[in-house]
């Protein structure tokens, strides 16, 4: 395999990103892009390159991308994000691809993806919620910030993002920044596991804000959204 003639391949931080060269149509790209068909690899030996598993995973179809998570040392960190073009070859996948790494003596573990894409900010206590806005809004686009309000004036943000890798940079980028947004401020990631999503994560009267960002009444709903840009 002619890995350079198929593939794109760069370093951003801790993640190597390989994806395919191929020109694919509008709609099967976003629907990839969304994070269809993802595959979680887990338990990579250090030494085992981004290479070496695009060789193996390849077997089985033609690879759109590999998000590989490496060290301060160029090592890997245990594990990958994987997407076949065709996303229907993701079953077929999570029963082969494992006995594909065992015959090459890799002990890869592969599960189905969360996806997950939103992050939780906690504790911003020297901003208002337009602040945080404008803040967030200057470091990666996201598709939708909501704010809850827990107690008077007290508030704390979920924010979505178009997909798993926008939101693991997004996760970098406001860790960066956090004490900007006070000394207590906290980032996290936010799936269906944590409280927060099922108690406040999808309030039925959260409603959008207009151009001019003014607050709604609290007393008639906690919720309210900005959308991304």
Known sequence: MDFDSKYHKRQVNGTIYITTRQVLSKDLQESLEL????????????????????????ELGEIYSLRYKIDFCGGSRGFAYLQYIDENLKNKALV???Q???K?????????SINARELLLERVHALTPVQVYHEIRKLSPFVMMRVFEYRPSRFFYTIEYRNNAAAASAHREVRNIIRMLGRQAY?????????VSSMYGRSE?????DMELRLPDASKCNCFRFKGN
Do not use: M, Q, T
Not at 187 to 195: E, G, K, T, V
Not at 205 to 209: N, T, V
């Open 104 to 112: 090459s003596h890799l002990d890869i573990r592969v599960f189905n």
């Open 35 to 58: 994070g269809a068909g993802e595959l979680y690899l887990k338990y990579i030996p250090k030494l085992i390159s981004p290479e070496i598993i695009i060789g193996i995973a390849s």
């Open 187 to 195: 980032i996290s990631w936010l799936d269906s596991r944590n409280p």
């Open 100 to 102: 594909k790494f065992i």
């Open 205 to 209: 009267c959260c409603e959008e804000l």
């Open 96 to 98: 082969l691809l494992p």
